[in-house]
């Protein structure tokens, strides 16, 4: 039996985190010792290690609820799990395009500062033109 301390080490996560996953429901109700504190088993550092590792990979609460019935249900088809590992990978590449196209925005106006004053600074300018940043955030999917 674990402690909710040695828990939150073995996984590196926040014992807050801890309480907030099991409020949610992604965490099973810990069994209680006599005096009420909590005591983990194997199978919730497996599980809570599972949640902490699919949140690393950056999906959402909603998608590892999904994740982790069809792991309670090792019988269930593995099309599901992989259409939401699809949809996550979807989701990353839309990130990337557009960090890509904030770092060319970025090295470009640093590029094109001239490095005289800031009255004529084009970095200041750019970021004073806020509707240049609307345009191009539309053209990247925001």
Not at 50 to 65: N, P
């Given at each position: ?21 099991e409020q949610i429901g992604l965490m099973n109700e ?66 990337i395009l557009r960090l890509k196209a904030l770092e ?39």
């Amino acid at each position: 039996m674990l402690t909710i301390g040695t828990l939150a080490r073995k996984t590196g996560t926040k014992v807050q985190t801890i309480r907030y996953y099991e409020q949610i429901g992604l965490m099973n109700e810990p069994g209680r010792t006599a005096g009420g504190q909590r005591r983990y088993t194997h199978e919730d550092l497996d599980r809570l290690s599972f949640v902490r590792h699919g949140r690393q990979l950056g999906f959402s609460l909603e998608a590892i609820r999904d994740l982790l019935g069809l792991a309670d249900h090792p019988e269930q088809s593995c099309s599901e799990a992989d259409s939401i590992a699809q949809q996550q990978l979807i989701q990353v590449q839309q990130r990337i395009l557009r960090l890509k196209a904030l770092e060319k925005e970025l090295k470009r106006m640093i590029a094109d500062c001239s490095g005289g004053q800031s009255k004529d600074c084009r970095v200041l300018e750019v970021l004073r033109d806020h509707s240049e940043c609307l345009t191009d955030h539309a053209n990247i999917g925001e």
